[in-house]
């Protein structure tokens, strides 16, 4: 087993990603934020007014009751389109959502929950909502410069800034989510998600000793679902303390159920009592939720691409050219990850100690999960068997000798089973000819 190793997350890590994953936040906290921002506007109006009364300066002041005056009328106007607005911004939504999941694959939809833009237009045109009917109740009745209370003026100009904002982002959002109807730029963001997570992998890590004895393990509790990640940072400091070695049993993706052993105890006293980190500890650290994420899931990628090249494939579908599309980005993730150490995971404290390990996929894995589905639906159509047969002699080309055997079964199986499945000769090296247009 190749063995890598993980720089030191930062501690918040698997808490930014999780909210990364919801829709909820971002306008949440716009609302809150927006609170904050007519408070300072209108601590500012009040300093203003109450500076030229200081100074006598009357005149001013009927001046900027006549500008929120006109004001005014713009931002009643803002408050009753806006809702209407984000009713329009909301639609346009659900049919991209319902278009992207029917016809690429339901694992897409998490693209847009996680899209910056579309949590930013929600975000704005909520709290651009709510400032106008927040600067709505500062307008006073009393046109008397003496006597008038509050005059909003700070707070209309930044409600029209707001606009301008929300309108930008809406230029923005269409622009954004017309793209992502597209299967170019789906899979393209897919690659790059995929890539990300490679990335943060670091240089090769040399051989380590054997994990000492297994003295406990500790099972899931809660809910049944699917391992996202884990709060590696924790369970560092954790097995740190006790001075043990901690091993994750699943991998990430994994489905769990109550009772199944997530996390095995290493070394320590043989009882496993006092060796034992607090559980509560262990448990809070893994999190298990409906569906895998990226954050540290190095297949989930793959996983994705491959859902979305078997649906072009099928007969209800029949888009060979999407298929194509999706090998494009299989070939260029596995030819990213050919150099790279993979397989275990062994994160280590800040004295250099193994304090846990972490399974993930080695080479063989990700090569069938990116080719074996796909390979098994492109007997009948010449554009991908020629495709993946290009997709293998390029990785052949790049992989180092000892990574070629996976690569060398997927070849010879797509051969046999064209070979089995077209009668015609001239059929068959029609099929089996690389060529990295499909049919190009």
């Known amino acids: 087993m190749s063995l890598r190793t993980h720089r030191q997350p930062r501690p918040l890590s698997p808490l930014r990603e999780h909210l990364r994953d919801t829709f909820w936040f971002a306008p949440s906290a716009a609302l809150v934020l927006v609170f904050v921002l007519w408070a300072l506007a209108d601590a500012l109006d009040a300093a203003l007014l109450e500076a030229l009364r200081e100074d006598r300066d009357f005149d001013a002041v009927r001046t900027l009751i006549g500008w929120a005056e006109d004001a005014k009328t713009i931002v009643t106007t803002i408050a009753s389109a806006m809702m209407t607005f984000i009713g329009v911004v909301f639609s346009i939504s659900l049919v991209a959502v319902?278009?992207?999941?029917?016809?690429?694959?339901?694992?897409?939809?998490?693209?847009?929950?996680?899209?910056?833009?579309s949590k930013a237009t929600f975000s704005v045109f909520l709290a651009t909502f709510l400032l106008s009917l927040l600067v709505l109740t500062s307008y006073d009745s009393e046109q008397d410069p003496e006597l008038v209370v509050s005059v909003p003026l700070l707070q209309s100009a930044v409600t029209l800034l707001m606009v301008g904002v929300s309108l930008l982002l809406f230029i923005a959002y269409v622009t954004q989510t017309l793209q992502l109807m597209k299967v170019g730029p789906v899979v393209e963001r897919v690659a790059k998600e995929s890539l990300r997570v490679l990335e943060r992998m670091p240089a090769q890590d040399p051989e380590g000793a054997p994990l000492p004895g297994e003295v406990a393990t500790v099972p899931h509790r809660g809910r049944s679902g699917t391992l996202r990640d884990v709060h590696v940072a924790r369970l560092v400091r954790a097995a740190r303390r006790k001075d043990v070695v901690l091993r994750l049993v699943p991998r990430i993706g994994d489905f769990v159920v109550p009772g199944t052993p997530v996390i095995a105890v290493h070394g320590g006293r043989a009882d496993g009592r006092k060796a034992l980190p607090a559980r509560q500890v262990l448990q809070s650290s893994v999190s298990v939720g409906v569906e895998r994420t990226f954050h540290q899931d190095l297949g989930f990628g793959l996983r994705q691409l491959s859902d979305i090249g078997l649906r072009a494939l099928s007969p209800a579908v029949n888009d060979p050219t999407t298929a194509v599309q999706c090998v494009d980005r299989i070939v260029q993730f596995l030819a990213a990850a050919a150099h790279r150490p993979l397989g275990a995971v062994h994160h280590r404290d800040r004295d250099g100690v193994v304090r846990l390990v972490q399974d993930g996929p080695e080479w063989r894995d990700?090569?069938?999960?990116?080719?074996?589905?796909?390979?098994?639906?492109?007997?009948?159509?010449?554009?991908?068997?020629?495709?993946?047969?290009?997709?293998?002699d390029d990785l052949l080309r790049l992989v180092p000798a000892e990574r070629r055997e996976p690569l060398e079964r997927h070849r010879a199986l797509l051969v046999q089973a064209v070979e089995r499945e077209v009668p015609e000769a001239a059929e068959r090296a029609f099929a089996l000819r690389s060529d990295r247009q499909g049919i190009g």
């Open 366 to 392: 990700l090569v069938d999960l990116g080719f074996a589905e796909i390979r098994g639906r492109a007997l009948r159509d010449p554009q991908v068997s020629r495709r993946l047969m290009a997709a293998y």
């Open 98 to 117: 319902q278009m992207a999941a029917g016809n690429f694959s339901p694992r897409i939809v998490r693209i847009f929950i996680r899209s910056r833009i």
